[in-house]
């Protein structure tokens, strides 16, 4: 067992992590050796020049590819134990996602996105729980309208609502304003940085933009594949 | 969470997509298509078979010499059947000095119980269907009888001890034979007027006949019932093989119509293959993000099954209740060929239909989905991670198997199994291989003549594999369409050839030797061609290779029937028109040799006979002996005199030998026959009208059926054209805004894309010509008997369809994909 794990305090942790591809051109190394942990709580920004890797490894950490090598903890589990079902349950129960293009179901509506997780990992009553939520971001009269007929600024209220929905212990989330004007955007992060205090999440953030970043405890900076930098910032 | 209520709860909205409504309608389709076709196969057989059974007047005959015990009516009562009784014995009847031989028949009340008595108010005059039967003290005159007795209606006959008014001529029975047998003519009296005449007593030759009609298994029960009770020396019949022309029809429209179903359960399964690939490949973002939500593999793929079930509930509870209509429409519109008393529609029909449906999805359906499990997580964040594609041993395997089991429970017909089959195995890998060689063409053709045109090209070359599919669904489509159109076409105007205008309508039998120079003269100097006498001699057969008839076993039951019945034997120099040798060798002109024999095919068949047997016939007390030397096949549908047997020319030398002829003669001629009973009183004219009329009107109604389900067919059709399109959709409109958001003019990407579409139906119209001319002769020559003439048309209509057929159906699909603003595609949902 490796210090990170050790640490009670410690909800996500790389060790010697690297991944690589194999692309026509050979195998390709997108992320080496990065090791790194979070505590509990903790709001984290990845950052990075484009193709640095960020997103490859915000992947590794949520369990939705496997490293090469190096391993993975998430919320006290060996992820490279587990086999896809396996890893989904993890998911299911301690991990939210907000995508930088919203990724609504486009066949539900709007209280129905957000109970897809509620309902995934078991919860009782996940219709007040959705509708509960929904109206913290602000949404409670749009709950049946379907993912069309929102503007992305409230699609993205949504995926907010979807992935804090299960109290999530850690909430990952790629670019998530990428797709949004300055304004909507702070407007989103605001609404996230706040029920990041309230649950007690920890955030997970991969974004390129600075003020973004600045708003994080602390940033962790990738280029071509490698940890460089690894910084608490005072918020 | 249950897969299923989350499966139902984006159902509503799922239906609205492209994908979903071609999936839907091409289930619904193969539904109806099927419903239709069980439901009207196994109409237009029982009709058929029912028409047949008007030979007996009756659906089952019980024929004694004895009078009918009372049991037997009894027990037909039991079983809730209706019965009728006749009598039929030869007496010499008079009028004034003349007399005549007649064959009298004493009908009983509801005779007959199947088809109907025609009458006409005078000689050869306009006929009518009779009501009922003669009242007492009347008869109903045959009037070959009343030309020989100088009858007109009103006049007296007298029969035996009675005097009998002649109240109408008597013109068809349906129990009379149209064979050639030399009946005397008949007279039709009221059973309860026999004893009256007192020539029934010991001795006299009478037939008794109890009649049996209603419910075909109350039949079958009654005849269990009285079976073993029945002495040897009674005969029972249930049908007759003088029906074998209305069998003909009714048997090309059987076979069309299964070739029809086949096809557009064929096609409805591409249609859903293509589907079934686009469904999954729109869910793999929804799956994808469902796994990255914590959902595990078994969910997603009971979502998915749970949808496409419903669907396909869906699909069918549709397609039945468009069958169902289809069925009931039809039967009340074929009301007199599907006999009021049949059970109405039967539901047996939507169950293997829905039944098949569900194979259809399974095997066509199944493997896209179940790959859509392995749809990597990874995609919601790198959106190109796709699932690795089904295997395709795996795909081939189940789609062959779901239609091979489909086939086999629509249709047991092998021989069309393998040609259809077949057929579209080798079209597809030909459309396939051609597709991709024009693909690369037209992609080397694509400099200069403007945006539109290289924009269309270069797409067909760019997505080289997807594009050859693409001409391969819609090459197959197109296919069977032209096959279908054409061989429809082919198959109503080879009925209506086998029913042509010159079809004789009379026969006119029992002709003596010296008498046929002044019959030939009357025809001509009425205005009618002299018909060519044809030969026959009376013979029962006696033995087989030596064998006699009586011990021997035959392949098949008919057999010793048709060993055992009186035979009509001619002989010809030459083959007629409407015969063909299919084994053997037909003998040369001027042969000279041993007496030879050439079978009709079904005869050979039943009789166990082949080519080189001997045949031993008693022909008016003298042995002939024949040597088999050729089989025939008989076109039974041309109305000209055929024969079982016809023999090589001198074998008949100085047997009593009679002739028939057949004849057209119009209305208005009718008085030549007058004449000619007149003059000939021993010969005998049968009308023909009442059974061309029979076969007519089943030819017609099976080709109004014919034509409904062809309908269905060419819906299915349209269906593939419309999967093929929308299998491209997504990438055309993010594609056509790109486009127009680069600054190229609506107009322009539109005249891209049907540049596109018309290249690809082109290529498809060029290979679907190919295709379904082979195809169709194989199919005229195979299935149908029916000659091939290579029709030019087929490759206009393949080309012109091809591009037509394709383009609007791309543009309809492609249509809303170009008008989205650009903005609202780029930045996706
Ligand atoms: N499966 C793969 N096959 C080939 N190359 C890959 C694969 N996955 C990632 N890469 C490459 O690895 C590099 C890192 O990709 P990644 O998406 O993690 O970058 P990123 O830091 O998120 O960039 P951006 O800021 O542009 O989103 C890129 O060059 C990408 O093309
Ligand atoms: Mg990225």
């Known amino acids: 067992m490796s210090n990170h794990s050790a640490n009670d305090n410690t909800v996500l942790a790389a060790e010697n992590v690297t991944k690589q591809v194999i692309s026509p051109e050979g195998s390709l190394t997108i992320l080496s050796d990065v090791s790194f942990s979070v505590n509990k709580g903790e709001s984290v920004a990845i950052v990075g020049a484009s193709g640095a890797g960020k997103s490859t490894l915000l992947a590794l950490l949520a369990g939705l590819d496997l490293p090469t090598e190096g391993r993975i903890w998430l919320n006290g589990v060996n992820l490279n134990d587990l086999d896809e079902d396996g890893r989904a349950d993890v998911r299911a129960t301690s991990v939210g996602f907000v995508f930088q293009s919203f990724h609504l179901v486009p066949s539900l509506n709007a209280l129905e996105n957000v109970m897809l997780p509620l309902e995934l990992s078991g919860r009782e009553r996940p219709r007040q729980a959705a509708s509960e939520i929904l109206k913290q971001v602000g949404l409670a009269d749009r709950w049946s309208h379907y993912p069309a007929q929102l503007s992305g600024g409230e699609k993205q209220r949504v995926a907010i609502a979807r992935a804090f929905a299960t109290e999530p212990a850690v909430l990952f989330a790629d670019e998530p304003t990428g797709n949004l004007d300055s304004r909507t955007g702070d407007r989103v992060m605001d609404l996230m940085f706040e029920l990041n205090k309230t649950s007690s999440t920890t955030l997970v953030l991969v974004t390129h933009d600075q003020a973004l970043a600045a708003r994080c405890e602390r940033e962790i900076g990738l280029d071509a594949g490698r940890l460089v930098s690894d910084n608490k910032l005072i918020a | ?829």
């Open chain 2, 1 to 829: 969470m249950k897969a299923l209520t989350y499966a139902i709860r984006g159902f509503g909205r799922e239906l609205r997509t492209g994908e979903v409504l071609v999936l839907l309608a091409a289930v619904a389709l193969a539904v109806a298509a099927l419903t239709a076709v069980g439901f009207l196969t196994d109409r237009i057989g029982r009709g058929v078979a029912r028409q047949a059974n008007e030979v007996l007047a009756a659906d089952l005959r019980l024929r004694s010499p004895d009078p009918v015990p009372g049991e037997w009516r009894d027990a037909a009562l039991e079983y809730a059947l209706q019965t009728a009784e006749t009598q039929t014995f030869p007496s010499v009847v008079f009028a004034g000095d003349l007399s005549a031989l007649a064959t009298i028949k004493g009908v009983s009340d509801n005779y007959p119980l199947r088809g109907s008595v025609r009458v006409s108010d005078r000689l050869f005059g306009e006929q009518h269907v009779a009501d009922g039967i003669p009242s007492r003290g009347e008869v109903w005159a045959d009037g070959a009888l009343m030309a020989r007795l100088g009858l007109r209606v009103g006049d007296y006959v007298t029969v035996g001890e009675s005097d009998l008014r002649v109240d109408a001529v008597l013109t068809y029975r349906p129990d009379q034979s149209i064979g050639f047998a030399s009946l005397a003519p008949s007279l039709l009296v009221n059973l309860l007027d026999l004893p009256g005449t007192a020539l029934i007593n010991e001795g006299s030759r009478v037939g008794y006949a109890l009649l049996v009609a209603g419910d075909e298994s109350a039949i079958d029960e009654f005849y269990a019932a009285v079976e073993d009770e029945l002495p040897q020396s009674v005969r029972v019949r249930n049908q007759e093989d003088s029906s074998q022309r209305a069998t003909n029809a009714a048997d090309r429209a059987q076979r069309f119509l299964s070739l029809t179903a086949v096809i557009s359960l064929l096609l409805s399964a591409v249609a859903i293959a293509m589907s079934a690939r686009r469904f999954a490949h729109r869910r793999m973002d929804t799956v994808a993000l469902m796994k990255s939500l914590g959902a595990r593999q078994r969910f997603v793929i009971s979502v998915s099954c749970v949808q496409i079930v419903m669907l396909g509930v869906l699909g069918i509870l549709i397609g039945s209740a468009v069958g169902y209509a289809v069925e009931n429409g039809l039967t009340v519109i074929l009301a007199d060929l599907f006999a009021s008393e049949l059970p109405g529609a039967s539901l047996r029909p939507v169950g293997l239909a829905s039944g098949s449906a569900l194979i259809l999805l399974v095997g066509f359906a199944l493997p896209s989905l179940i790959q859509l499990r392995n749809t990597p997580s990874l995609r919601v964040l790198r959106h190109d991670e796709m699932p690795p594609p089904p295997s395709r041993m795996f795909v081939a395997g189940t789609s062959l198997v779901a239609v091979a089991l489909l086939l086999y429970l629509t249709i047991g017909d092998a021989l069309m199994l393998v040609i259809v089959l077949g057929g579209m195995l080798v079209i597809s890998a030909a459309l396939y291989g051609v597709g991709r060689l024009l693909v690369s063409a037209m992609g080397r053709s694509r400099g200069g003549v403007g945006i539109a045109w290289r924009y269309g090209l270069a797409n067909i070359s760019r997505r080289g594999r997807d594009s050859a599919v693409q001409v391969v669904a819609f090459g197959l489509g197109l296919t069977v369409l032209l096959l279908l159109t054409f061989v429809r076409t082919d198959l109503l105007e080879g009925w209506q050839r086998t029913l042509d205008e010159d079809a004789p309508n009379h026969f006119v039998i029992n002709i003596q030797s010296h008498e046929r120079g002044s019959i030939a003269e009357i025809f001509q100097s009425g205005g009618i061609a002299a018909p060519r006498f044809v030969p026959l001699v009376r013979a029962r057969m006696t033995e087989i290779n030596g064998e006699s008839i009586k011990t021997r076993e035959y392949p098949e039951e008919n057999g010793r029937w048709m060993a055992n019945r009186e035979q009509n034997l001619s002989w010809a120099e030459s083959l007629s028109s409407s015969n063909e040798i299919i084994e053997g060798t037909w003998w040369p002109p001027d042969y000279d040799g041993e007496p030879l024999v050439s079978l009709e095919e079904e005869a050979a068949m039943e009789l166990g006979v082949g080519l080189g047997d001997k045949l031993n016939f008693l022909a008016a007390g003298q042995e002939i002996s024949l040597i088999v030397s050729s089989i025939r096949h008989v076109n039974w549908d041309s109305f000209q005199p055929n024969f079982f047997m016809v023999l090589s020319p001198g074998a008949l030398d100085g047997f009593p030998t009679t002739f028939v002829a057949s004849l057209k003669i119009e209305e208005q001629q009718n008085n030549v026959l007058l004449r000619l009973v007149r003059a000939h009183p021993s010969v005998s004219v049968i009308d023909l009208e009442v059974i061309l009329e029979q076969v007519k009107g089943i030819i017609d109604k099976a080709s109004l059926a014919v034509q409904v389900v062809f309908a269905f067919t060419i819906a299915a059709g349209v269906a593939v054209l419309f999967a093929a399109v929308q299998s491209t959709i997504d990438e055309r409109r993010f594609e056509s805004a790109l486009l127009r958001a680069l600054g190229v003019r609506r107009r322009t990407v539109l005249a891209g894309v049907l540049t596109e579409f018309a290249a690809l139906g082109f290529a498809a119209g060029l290979l679907a010509s190919a295709g379904a001319s082979i195809l169709a002769a194989v199919i005229a020559v195979q299935l149908f008997d029916l000659d091939y003439s290579f029709n030019p048309m087929l490759w206009v209509g393949g080309l012109a369809g091809g591009v037509v057929l394709v383009c609007v159906s791309g543009f309809v699909a492609v249509r809303g994909a170009i008008n989205v603003p650009p903005i609202d595609v780029l930045r996706a949902a």
